[in-house]
């Protein structure tokens, strides 16, 4: 009986702790978006409560009628897209040939693809700087795509999940005259809903949050991604906080909205994934 009651208490604890540590982590944004309703002069006003007296619009439609604002907008939903659409391809059919197909050198194929995880893109800025010029790939939504679509951690973490899956599966459709391309179309994919998912989710809110890429390879103000975009409009608008924290939280609407698409598939995404082999 003590041991039980231990038991709940320890339960008990660990779900406040919980508690606490979810209300430090979302207060920042809550903060946010109450001062994105506020004027200028209440944000920082002592006597101002948590909570606006009421909820003006004006920030939200300043922001929005700023054309710089929706082109940065446009342009990170754009290329967010077309990244995960051919990385979903790419990472997908790679995955699948590193777990299922038999060639020569497949291990040693992967273990350096493998290895260049350990190399930081920071130590690369410059070589990829002149590669890209000498490509002709500056200064467009290509610099960002292309050099994006093969991930090696996605390809393990997918290549995990078919070597998971009975190999049964694959016999069984050879057998029945099916080629791998078959297999992987319509027995490998279906299964693998989860994982992708997970690598929707992870691509989006990494392409979504990307800074580096765009301010080093993309000069052109109008053709930037909304992460670059609003350090710009932190220089337009100067200490305007009101403006800056509507705009953060424009910025983060489509993060929301994904994950509260494929929150479900994320845990079970992750669990499926489990090193085997």
């Not at 320890?10 to 109450?34: D, H, Q, R």
Request: hydrophobic letters at 55%; proline letters at 4%.
């Amino acid at each position: 009986m003590g041991t039980l009651l231990r038991g709940k208490k320890n339960s008990w604890a660990v779900t406040i702790l919980m508690l606490i540590i979810g209300l430090m982590m979302v207060f920042p944004f809550l903060w946010m978006l109450s001062a994105s309703f506020k004027l200028q002069s209440e944000i920082f006003d002592p006597t101002m409560g948590f909570f606006p007296k009421s909820l003006n619009w004006t920030n939200y439609k300043t922001v929005l009628d700023n054309p710089l604002f929706l082109q940065w907008y446009q342009n990170s939903i754009v290329i967010v897209l077309i990244t995960i659409l051919i990385k979903m391809v790419v990472v997908t059919t790679s995955a699948y040939s590193f777990a299922r197909l038999s060639f020569k050198g497949r291990e040693i194929i992967f273990l350096v693809l493998l290895s260049s995880v350990m190399i930081t893109p920071d130590t690369t800025i410059v070589a990829r700087f002149l590669q890209y010029k000498y490509m002709g790939l500056l200064d467009t939504i290509w610099v960002i795509i292309l050099p994006t679509v093969f991930d090696v951690y996605f390809v393990f973490l997918m290549r995990q999940f078919f070597k998971s899956l009975p190999a049964e599966l694959t016999e069984a459709g050879l057998i029945d005259g099916a080629s791998h391309i078959g297999i992987f179309a319509r027995i490998m994919l279906p299964l693998a809903k989860s994982p992708l998912m997970t690598m929707i989710l992870i691509s989006f809110i990494w392409g979504w949050n990307d800074f580096m890429g765009p301010f080093f390879f993309i000069s052109s103000i109008d053709k930037q991604m909304l992460s670059v975009g609003l350090q710009f409009f932190q220089t337009q608008y100067g200490s305007n906080y009101a403006l800056l924290l509507t705009a953060a939280c424009l910025a983060i609407i489509p993060v929301i909205f994904v994950f509260s698409f494929v929150q479900r598939y994320f845990i079970e995404g992750i669990a499926s994934t489990g090193i085997k082999g």
